[in-house]
């Protein structure tokens, strides 16, 4: 299991600790003159070499007949095993974002990668792919202010000194004394998710980049990027399904995707189990086709020309039991066009033309709820469940769970899992169209992956 599926369980769905998807970072960057739209975008920090001369970490090899083929091949299947996943022990490599291949020491992909060994392992690393480049930028480095040197000046000049680094130690103790906001990674309650800054570090030209395509490491798919003199790399960087790295090739291409996405089979097991459980929530007989998680997150809605992010109810919604609410808030490109498929912080996205129709109304009970009221989507409706203890006002007798929004199967025209924007590893989205033209996305990887099947079925 991959980091994609790091964050999502049988019923509940949080990314609230990611950070800001690659590619509204990238689009910051990726404004040199001729440059073209942005392709795609993807992070990456570990690097490895398959390369005969080279270690698997790029160092050269003290056996400099060995082939690469084997030391360094059995290295990379073994990071590569189903069988590993990505919960061993901290002692463990980690599991390769891309590996640079070749037929010897010097070629194009080893000269264009190499220097990236001397970044640190933990800074994040962002590659962008425009109609002109491949560019790689780093993570800057934070620079601690050096010590003000002793220049003498006596006992006071030094007590004063002295004086003012402890003012300085007090002052900082305070703040984290102080500061009880809650972390989601580097995330803060209250505060808008922050986009990194980041250095450029080295770039491909489009001219010595002969293709793309989806290749296989052993089981593995992965993004195959190759150079016109036969080396390449491959990019996995949490792709774990031949369906995104598809997907991946079609961005490359500036063609449309048309894999529908989410049949990874990383989170099958967790679907079957999701409806699995919505079947012991739900009526006596009632077949369920799709369940989604409980998902941490805002509702953003696009209502005609107005972009509320995030979004808060329109129409009537049952007074709650709920407490303030301490989650980051959206970042400030989330309120440019398609900008909250990167933001972690948003769950739900919502677009009509006006405040009644369904996807809005759903959203409503989304938003209000907080995203602890679970979509459930049955052969007799669509129902959202809720814990009756959230209610103010419960029914009598109290059921542990009450129906919080029922409407019709009638009122649906469609159901599909997709993937969305240009970020690797692309988004798996739940898509629910209603028959009054309004649709609804979730970030649900789970319910997009029973949907896939319902496709399939």
Same mark, same amino acid.
């Given at each position: 299991?991959?980091?994609? &599926?790091?964050?999502v369980?049988?019923?509940?769905?949080?990314?609230?600790?990611?950070?800001?998807?690659?590619?509204?970072?990238?689009?910051?960057?990726?404004?040199?003159?001729?440059? +073209?739209?942005?392709?795609?975008?993807?992070?990456a920090?570990?690097?490895?070499?398959?390369v005969?001369?080279?270690?698997?970490?790029?160092?050269?090899?003290? =056996?400099?007949? #060995?082939?690469?083929?084997?030391?360094?091949?059995?290295?990379l299947?073994?990071?590569?095993?189903?069988?590993?996943?990505?919960?061993?022990?901290g002692?463990?490599?980690?599991?390769?974002?891309?590996?640079?291949?070749?037929?010897?020491?010097?070629?194009? #992909?080893?000269?264009?990668?190499?220097?990236? &060994?001397?970044v640190?392992?933990?800074?994040?690393?962002l590659?962008?792919?425009?109609?002109?480049?491949?560019?790689?930028h780093?993570?800057?480095?934070?620079?601690?202010?050096?010590?003000?040197?002793?220049?003498?000046?006596?006992?006071?000049a030094?007590?004063?000194?002295? +004086?003012?680094?402890?003012?300085?130690?007090?002052?900082?103790?305070?703040?984290?004394?102080?500061?009880?906001?809650l972390?989601?990674?580097?995330?803060?309650?209250?505060?808008?998710?922050?986009?990194?800054?980041?250095?450029?570090?080295?770039?491909?030209?489009?001219?010595?980049?002969?293709g793309?395509?989806?290749?296989?490491?052993?089981?593995?798919?992965? /993004?195959?990027l190759?150079?016109?003199d036969?080396?390449?790399?491959?990019?996995?960087?949490?792709?774990t399904?031949?369906?995104?790295?598809e997907y991946?090739?079609?961005?490359? =291409?500036?063609?449309?995707?048309?894999?529908?996405?989410?049949?990874?089979?990383?989170?099958?097991?967790?679907?079957?189990?999701?409806?699995? /459980?919505?079947?012991?929530?739900?009526?006596?007989?009632?077949?369920v086709?799709?369940?989604?998680?409980? =998902?941490?997150?805002?509702?953003?809605?696009?209502?005609?020309?107005?972009?509320?992010?995030?979004?808060?109810p329109l129409?009537?919604?049952?007074?709650? =039991?709920?407490?303030?609410?301490?989650?980051?808030?959206?970042?400030?490109? &989330?309120?440019?066009?398609?900008?909250?498929?990167?933001?972690?912080?948003?769950?739900f996205?919502?677009?009509?033309?006006?405040?009644?129709?369904?996807?809005?109304?759903?959203?409503?009970?989304?938003?209000?709820?907080?995203?602890?009221?679970?979509?459930?989507?049955t052969?007799?409706?669509?129902?959202?469940?809720a814990?009756?203890?959230? /209610?103010?006002?419960?029914?009598?007798?109290?059921?542990?769970?009450?129906?919080?929004?029922?409407?019709?199967?009638?009122?649906?025209?469609?159901?599909?899992?997709?993937?969305?924007?240009?970020? /690797?590893?692309?988004?798996?989205?739940?898509?629910?169209?209603?028959?009054?033209g309004?649709?609804l996305?979730?970030?649900?990887?789970? #319910?997009?992956?029973?949907?896939?099947?319902?496709?399939?079925?």
């Amino acid at each position: 299991m991959r980091a994609t &599926s790091m964050t999502v369980r049988v019923d509940t769905t949080d990314f609230l600790s990611d950070p800001i998807g690659p590619a509204t970072v990238a689009r910051a960057l990726v404004r040199e003159p001729g440059e +073209g739209r942005l392709l795609w975008a993807a992070y990456a920090k570990a690097s490895y070499y398959d390369v005969p001369g080279l270690e698997p970490d790029g160092t050269p090899r003290q =056996n400099t007949f #060995a082939r690469g083929a084997g030391k360094v091949g059995d290295f990379l299947s073994d990071l590569l095993s189903p069988a590993r996943g990505d919960d061993g022990d901290g002692d463990s490599p980690a599991p390769p974002d891309l590996i640079v291949w070749g037929a010897g020491r010097d070629c194009l #992909a080893h000269r264009y990668v190499r220097d990236i &060994s001397s970044v640190g392992a933990a800074l994040r690393r962002l590659w962008t792919l425009t109609p002109q480049r491949l560019a790689l930028h780093t993570e800057v480095v934070p620079v601690e202010p050096e010590p003000e040197p002793d220049h003498g000046g006596g006992f006071l000049a030094k007590a004063a000194r002295v +004086g003012s680094g402890l003012a300085k130690l007090g002052r900082d103790i305070a703040e984290k004394v102080s500061d009880h906001r809650l972390r989601f990674g580097a995330n803060v309650e209250g505060e808008p998710v922050a986009l990194p800054t980041l250095e450029p570090r080295a770039e491909i030209p489009r001219s010595r980049i002969a293709g793309f395509e989806v290749a296989h490491r052993g089981s593995a798919p992965v /993004l195959r990027l190759r150079l016109v003199d036969g080396s390449g790399v491959d990019f996995l960087v949490g792709m774990t399904d031949r369906d995104e790295c598809e997907y991946a090739v079609g961005l490359a =291409n500036g063609e449309p995707a048309l894999r529908p996405g989410a049949r990874a089979e990383w989170v099958a097991r967790l679907a079957d189990k999701s409806r699995g /459980l919505a079947e012991r929530l739900v009526r006596r007989g009632e077949q369920v086709l799709l369940a989604a998680t409980t =998902n941490l997150g805002y509702v953003g809605v696009q209502l005609g020309r107005e972009l509320r992010v995030p979004h808060t109810p329109l129409g009537r919604v049952p007074e709650l =039991n709920v407490g303030t609410l301490r989650w980051p808030r959206p970042a400030v490109t &989330s309120q440019e066009p398609n900008g909250w498929l990167d933001d972690p912080t948003i769950a739900f996205w919502a677009q009509a033309d006006r405040a009644d129709r369904d996807a809005v109304v759903v959203a409503d009970m989304l938003s209000h709820t907080r995203g602890d009221a679970r979509l459930v989507l049955t052969r007799d409706r669509l129902v959202m469940l809720a814990a009756t203890d959230l /209610l103010t006002a419960p029914p009598d007798p109290a059921p542990p769970l009450t129906a919080v929004l029922e409407l019709p199967p009638s009122r649906i025209r469609g159901v599909v899992a997709e993937f969305a924007g240009r970020s /690797l590893p692309p988004k798996p989205l739940l898509r629910i169209d209603f028959t009054d033209g309004s649709t609804l996305r979730l970030r649900d990887p789970i #319910a997009a992956r029973q949907a896939a099947a319902l496709v399939g079925a």
